[in-house]
């Protein structure tokens, strides 16, 4: 009788890898604030002795330097992870998820922010990674034919009581139950929307820019993004040229990535606003909820956005109850794993606020892809004015890459969470021994 | 000539030491969240080749595990730090400060919040014990006799100027210039008031409580403060024995370590209000500034304190928007350092907010005590409703160790930022390898 079986099967290794791509040769992933990325992964690597093959694979996302430091912090928890019984931890993942955000000596560090938080999330994903491969689903149909009850209970409520409950939680997913199937088929057969950032790079030239545009508008996106915040008058330049290259009919993006003051924030956009931007992306600084509510006052009707750097639930909680956003962009890697986007989702679905996740880095695009297509069967059950970013970067790296096809992400069929990266590349991009840093350091 | 009189003295090196203090075997410093913790430091030695002797010293504070991320982390910014000119850099201490805090790679760990900017805190900290030792002058009046401007040129604005711009600022300070010589001169004979934290811990018997806060009263402290939050019963019973201990003029604050969400907070808060409790500390999430806000609506006039865990200026400039606080609760070695405190002293000043900073931890009260007399010196210029907390432990280990006397701060007299440690104290505690450590392990 396989261990797995007989429930004493327990998690053995957790490998962590340092992994780094040197994108900052073509300034592939350009914008106002991240002027050379080169973007990188702390990949966690879970074996078990259950005999069944399933390994649970995931990773936290950085863009260079700082991926040891990531590394280390995930190295932290082995002790939280390592020997614990593969049935338990995969029965209970949301006592799982807790068990790593509530140490009490590591919280010290965040508490629930940075890199002990996106540590968390890198094994709480991997180990939702390897609950997924042993159920024979993609994560986002486990999740999504769970009952109310058993997602409710991934949710860690701790601080959040004030906007949402429980209650409120199970009265969402119950409302959401009819149509489940029929929303399942229907992204099996038609995917979930995508929207395109590879035209906007700030590195690009406006010749490329424009020739991406119309490429994207060729290949079925609805909405492209632009990076904005260097310099106005290249802006203006650049969203004219965007605008142009699409037509009105192109929903077009701007993501600012932090640069601006409150102030300066309003004042750019006014002007870029004749050429119609969609929505104005971290305009500011991550943590200035009161400030994305001012400036979304200003600037209606362009709708303001963030997320990506969004430390956690409590912040994405007041960004909603100040009315700061029109758009909540979930990181599958910056909060404390599924958990904690579940209960993101179920928040942006408490205050009517729709969900277009950040995607792009590395894995990125395959993890979040499953949030988005959870949320669609089990939680706001509509793609309404959603869609899930889209970079084409680094795809081929992973074992099951995402498939965007006519603009739309094709629903993963393959067991488990996509993050799992090709052996080839893990060794070739491994830093600093892998060949390809060998060579250069 | 010495090299530093030529100006060519460079950093030379950047040691990071992983020290830890055994505090879990006592239950000193246990709280609500924090119920065994080994008070740590990630500490950091810079030595230069300007052949005046001179180091620089400084800390991050944890609690245990997570201490060797914190000093990887550390470890990251060396690049920033070894061979930069020691004039440069002590020149520019606003400069340097800004080169570690927007290092474009290594922000996405943060950006300003957890492990990465800890360590910028650390390292910048450390050049200014530098600098301060090579003028001769403790770190409070280093930086209280810089002009105003440039103590304005010490702050990274970013982020800022919806709530405080460079020109408040120098209006600030300007202000505060008339008596800076009388403040310094009453600050070196009577010191800098007090409050105190050791009677209060979670873990200590009533007995030792009552014991504890009449030895308070009698050493000279007009404040203590108690740790609450883990059972309500518990806390009336412990906060009647403190009240019954120190008499009705004595003010008690209590201290929940963020352990309610926000009606919790309200409600137990209520069934302390007939002892009096002077402020609620930590009532929930550091990251909920709402939160913080309805909680102080609701239990006024009990006052609301917050800031150990705040990681950076904007949040805490939103708390102060949002009208979230009562007290401003600085810590030296949460966020990027000294110069990002003296930016959150000068919003605390903007908004008429008193600062009562957080300390006790690893050289937290001998770090922070430079700040508060600061603020007195040059920016608020007053000490009405002001405390530093002090908590009497672990200062044997430093070489300069803090001096309470009569409930007062004692003001420093040698150069530098008081955050050396002894030799013995370093080898002895180091981790894993020194004695105390190597004996357990």
């Known amino acids: 009788m396989p261990a797995s079986v007989s429930g004493s099967a327990r998690i053995t290794t957790m490998d962590v890898l340092d992994v780094r791509f040197p994108t900052s040769d073509h300034l592939d992933g350009s914008d106002a604030m991240n002027p050379e990325p080169d973007y990188s992964a702390a990949y966690v690597r879970l074996r078990t002795d259950a005999g069944d093959g399933h390994e649970g694979h995931a990773l936290a996302f950085t863009t260079g330097r700082g991926n040891e430091v990531q590394a280390n912090a995930i190295a932290a928890l082995t002790s939280h992870v390592v020997g614990r019984s593969v049935a338990e931890v995969c029965g209970d993942l949301g006592g799982f998820a807790r068990s790593l955000t509530h ?43 769970m009952s109310p009850e058993e997602i409710v209970a991934q949710i860690d409520f701790r601080w959040l009581s004030d906007a949402l409950t429980p209650d409120d939680a199970l009265d969402i997913l119950r409302r959401s139950l009819p149509g ?15 929207y395109t950032t590879t035209p906007g790079w700030l590195g690009y030239s406006d010749e490329k820019l424009a020739r991406l545009s119309r490429e994207a508008v060729a290949a079925g996106f609805g909405q492209i993004k632009l990076k904005v915040g260097a310099d106005i008058e290249d802006d203006i330049r650049r969203m004219k040229t965007a605008r142009q290259a699409v037509g009105d009919d192109i929903r077009i993006a701007v993501d600012a990535n932090q640069r601006w003051d409150v102030q300066p924030a309003i004042d750019w956009m006014r002007r870029l606003a004749p050429y119609d931007p969609y929505w104005i992306e971290e305009p500011t600084s991550p943590d200035d909820i009161l400030g994305h509510a001012a400036v979304r006052r200003a600037l209606r009707p362009i709708k303001v956005a963030t997320g990506e750097h969004i430390p956690n639930r409590v912040v994405f909680k007041q960004l909603l109850q100040a009315g700061a956003v029109d758009i909540v962009q979930i990181d599958a890697a910056r909060v404390g794993g599924i958990n904690e986007n579940v ?60 498939r965007v096809v006519g603009g739309r992400y094709a629903a993963p069929t393959a067991p488990g969470l996509s993050a799992q990266m090709l052996p080839a590349s893990l060794a070739k991009y491994a830093y600093p021994g892998g060949p390809v840093w060998a060579a250069r350091v």
Chains 1, 2 share one sequence.
């Not at 399942?184 to 995917?191: P, R, Y």
């Not at 499953?370 to 509509?382: E, G, R």
């Open 103 to 145: 140490d009490p000596q590591l919280r010290w560090l965040g508490p629930e922010k940075g890199a002990v938080h996106m540590a968390a999330g890198a094994v709480v994903n991997a180990v939702w990674d390897l609950a997924a491969k042993r159920a024979g689903k993609p994560v986002w149909r486990f999740l999504g034919e």
């Open 180 to 194: 489940r199937q029929e929303r399942i088929t229907l992204l099996l057969e038609h995917g979930y929307p995508a």
């Open 343 to 402: 209960a993101i989702l179920l928040l942006a679905a408490k205050f009517g606020v729709p969900v277009c996740p950040h995607a792009g880095g590395v894995g990125l695009c395959e993890m979040v892809q499953h949030l988005s297509m959870f949320d669609f069967v089990a939680v706001s059950a509509t793609t309404r004015d959603r869609v899930i970013e889209y970079v084409d970067h680094l795809h081929e790296h992973f074992a099951d890459p995402v």
